[in-house]
């Protein structure tokens, strides 16, 4: 039998992981700490209106850790926003990691069956 704490142990250590991972797809643009709007179905970023926390030379939040909490204009990036968001620029890397690959319906039928 596994031990409660073991358990945890696992689940922590798997979300560390995945949490890594997902930051890793990040390629640190910052064009999502800038103001954004929709104008004739495009996205417009205003580049004058950076985010407070915003490090425009390195493109790094200041407060990134504590982000959440300090600006409550920051949005938490899920798979769902990468998916289906439009204030997301198509040059982001959640972006390009799963909108633009094709998504593939699972077969009832294994595609090598013969």
């Not at 179905?41 to 493109?59: A, K, M, N, Y």
Request: glycine share 6%; proline share 5%; hydrophobic share 25%.
């Amino acid at each position: 039998m596994v031990r409660r704490s073991g358990v945890v142990s696992r689940i922590v250590g798997s979300f560390r992981r995945r949490r890594k991972r997902w930051e890793s797809l990040c390629n640190r643009c910052g064009l999502c700490c800038y103001e954004r709007v929709r104008k004739n179905g495009r996205l417009v970023i205003r580049f004058g209106s950076p985010c407070q926390f915003l490090d425009t030379e390195t493109h790094l939040c200041t407060v990134y850790e504590c982000r959440f909490q300090v600006c409550p204009e920051c949005r938490k990036v899920t798979i769902f926003h990468a998916l289906f968001s439009r204030y997301l620029p198509d040059s982001c890397g959640y972006v390009q990691e799963y909108r633009k690959r094709p998504f593939r319906r699972p077969t009832d039928e294994p595609q090598n069956s013969r």
